[in-house]
T-cell receptor, first 115, second 116 residues
């Protein structure tokens, strides 16, 4: 069965500390990979996406993610967290080559940033 | 450019009542999606419109849910009659017409539905 796993429900970091949010997927073939962020009262915003090529993807707001085929992972990282990064983060996948656009999401990771 | 808008932002209804959620996609976006997040669980796909046609409705939970997109612009999602398990946040997303899985989906802020 297709699945997306975000093992950390809630993470707390201090401002200025580094951050890594984990995402693992289970699919027959490498899907397209996405990270979204939802700030309070806002819709989900796309941070970055991976389709092919360089396995280290740069996104907005200083985020990056690394695709590791051997681990079926697409972890999100940021070297120095800002208080405004406090939000909920969602990993999502879409089947490669499908004409359908549906996304499959993980359960989300809530990030709290201490001043 | 306006983003995806959803109305209402919150709705509290009693079991057995009817609720209609509305989504206005970004102008010109032919793809429109509905998703739902039940508390504590993942965001789940409900259905996908391409213009006014239902491209994929495999995620609709049962026949109490009816989605429409008249004229290929805004969409409504009606729940009739509502049950307790329908509570959650309903998200709408839109994207331009293209290779659907590669197009970025732009999400609205969601409608928080509580069924008592």
């Amino acid at each position: 069965a297709q699945s997306v796993t975000q093992p950390d429900i809630h993470i707390t970091v201090s401002e200025g500390a580094s951050l890594e949010l984990r995402c693992n997927y289970s699919y027959g073939a490498t899907p397209y990979l996405f990270w979204y962020v939802q700030s309070p009262g806002q819709g989900l915003q796309l941070l970055l996406k991976y389709f092919s090529g360089d396995t280290l993807v740069q996104g907005i707001k200083g985020f990056e993610a690394e695709f590791k085929r051997s681990q079926s992972s697409f972890n999100l990282r940021k070297p120095s967290v800002h208080w405004s990064d406090a939000a909920e983060y969602f990993c999502a996948v879409a089947p490669r080559g499908s004409t359908l656009g549906r996304l499959y999401f993980g359960r989300g990771t809530q990030l709290t940033v201490w001043p | 450019e306006a983003g995806v808008t959803q109305f209402p932002s919150h709705s509290v209804i009693e079991k057995g009542q009817t609720v209609t959620l509305r989504c206005d996609p970004i102008s010109g976006h032919d793809n429109l999606y509905w998703y739902r997040r039940v508390m504590g669980k993942e965001i789940k796909f409900l259905l996908h419109f391409v213009k006014e046609s239902k491209q994929d409705e495999s995620g609709m939970p049962n026949n109490r849910f009816l989605a429409e997109r008249t004229g290929g612009t805004y969409s409504t999602l009606k729940v009739q009659p509502a049950e307790l398990e329908d509570s959650g946040v309903y998200f709408c997303a839109s994207s331009p017409l293209g290779l659907s899985t590669k197009e970025t989906q732009y999400f609205g802020p969601g409608t928080r539905l509580l069924v008592l």
